[in-house]
């Protein structure tokens, strides 16, 4: 049951973050309709880090949360 739980979320923070870069994707094109080109790159080049960086910290704690249970299962079958 743990693991659904862990699986689930998984795919559930690979679905947020294709929604945070589809609406990057979407508020840069507004930008660049409306204020220009430069500041639409800018805030293009903002929201792709932004995405990077929140799902790179997401599957961070995931890695270390498996780490840990491989670690967990190896001493237990010691």
Partial sequence: MR???INSLEKL???IV???IIGTIIA???VMSTEGLL???AVLIGGAI???IFGGMMFLGF???DGVQ???NALENK
């Fill in 63 to 65: 890695g270390i949360y």
């Fill in 39 to 41: 500041l639409g790159i």
């Fill in 18 to 20: 294709a929604i945070m």
């Fill in 28 to 30: 840069a094109l507004v």
């Fill in 50 to 52: 932004n995405s990077i």
């Fill in 3 to 5: 693991d659904f739980f």
């Fill in 13 to 15: 923070i690979v679905v």
């Fill in 70 to 72: 491989r670690t967990a």
